[in-house]
């Protein structure tokens, strides 16, 4: 998916007025991404794993804030990049 394509689909997201957002609808974005970037840094699966669940559950408790000034991908893996130094 390229990034033009991620922001528009993120900006659905953040728009839908006819319902709430869910963490699965984040995940779609940039799941498999978020997961090899928690397993390189941590090298456990089970840890990664761990860390992309926390990531986007974080992400969209923090929905309304994203102003869109990075790509969402950066800005997944800066949430994934905190959870990894936890």
């Keep these: 998916m390229n990034t033009f394509h991620t922001m528009r689909l993120f900006q659905r997201v953040r728009t839908e007025v006819t319902e709430q957002p869910t963490?699965?609808?984040?995940?779609?974005?940039c799941r498999n991404d978020v997961f090899r970037f928690a397993l390189s840094?941590?090298?456990?699966?089970?840890?990664?794993?761990?860390?992309?669940?926390?990531?986007f559950a974080d992400a969209l408790r923090a929905l309304a804030r994203f102003d869109g000034r990075v790509a969402v991908k950066i800005w997944l893996f800066g949430i994934a990049r905190r959870k990894t130094a936890d």
């Design 41 to 55: 840094r941590t090298g456990n699966q089970t840890t990664a794993e761990d860390v992309a669940v926390e990531t």
């Design 23 to 29: 963490a699965e609808t984040l995940s779609a974005l």
